[in-house]
């Protein structure tokens, strides 16, 4: 959703992620008032965020209920935010604490033993789906949400600083050492050089 979703005047005079954090703080002081859409407009500018760091520690399955979960829990809690501008760390910490708290009371279920096999798809040319998010959920959490930000939600780095609170270079960082790491993890080779230069 873009940032033009609540009809807020932006402040001039300010470079761009500063005009962006701008709204979204008057968005979050709007929310705490009472306002829907102000709510709205955070779940739309910070959604991709949680499901990120929900989907870099869960199975795919239960990413969405708990996405609903972590914004049931903003709205009931958002009086409780002291600085209008550590919401992204608030929010990112509230979605981390509910994705652990599902982990630890998930019951695995039994394997079942009467299902039909059908024979899987050749999938020899690449990892599928749940294995790199296997290998994703083996990587150091900063890694790990910063690749799924990346790669499963198609944030730009310039998107996953703003809405994180990173700066700019730790994203790159952060993306580039888990990049490497979750190839590492795959059995991938490293790629060409002269491609990454490009």
């Known amino acids: 959703m873009a940032l033009s979703a609540a009809p807020l005047d932006e402040p001039r005079g300010l470079r761009a992620p500063e005009r962006v954090r701008a709204v979204w703080v008057s968005w979050v002081a709007a929310a705490?008032?009472?306002?829907?859409?102000?709510?709205?407009?955070?779940?739309?500018?910070?959604?991709?965020?949680?499901?990120?760091?929900?989907?870099?520690?869960?199975?795919?399955?239960?990413?969405?209920?708990?996405?609903?979960d972590?914004?049931?829990?903003?709205f009931q809690k958002l009086s409780q935010l002291e600085d209008d501008q550590s919401f992204p760390a608030w929010l990112t910490q509230l979605a981390r604490n509910r994705a652990s708290r599902h982990l630890r009371?998930?019951?695995?279920?039994?394997?079942?033993?009467?299902?039909?096999?059908?024979?899987a798809p050749d999938r020899s040319a690449g990892p599928d789906?749940?294995?790199?998010?296997?290998?994703?959920?083996?990587?150091?959490?900063?890694?790990?949400?910063?690749?799924?930000?990346?790669l499963i939600e198609g944030m730009t780095g310039p998107e996953i600083a703003e809405r994180t609170g990173l700066t700019p270079g730790s994203v790159r960082v952060n993306l580039h050492r888990g990049m490497a790491l979750l190839r590492q993890k795959l059995g991938l080779s490293p790629p060409n050089e002269a491609l990454d230069d490009e």
């Open 129 to 150: 789906a749940k294995k790199i998010l296997t290998a994703l959920h083996a990587l150091p959490e900063a890694y790990a949400e910063t690749l799924a930000m990346r």
């Open 70 to 74: 972590v914004f049931l829990l903003v």
């Open 32 to 68: 705490r008032s009472g306002d829907h859409d102000a709510f709205a407009s955070l779940h739309g500018h910070f959604g991709r965020l949680v499901h990120a760091v929900i989907i870099a520690r869960v199975p795919a399955a239960d990413a969405s209920d708990l996405v609903q």
């Open 105 to 119: 009371d998930a019951h695995p279920s039994a394997p079942l033993e009467d299902a039909p096999q059908v024979a």
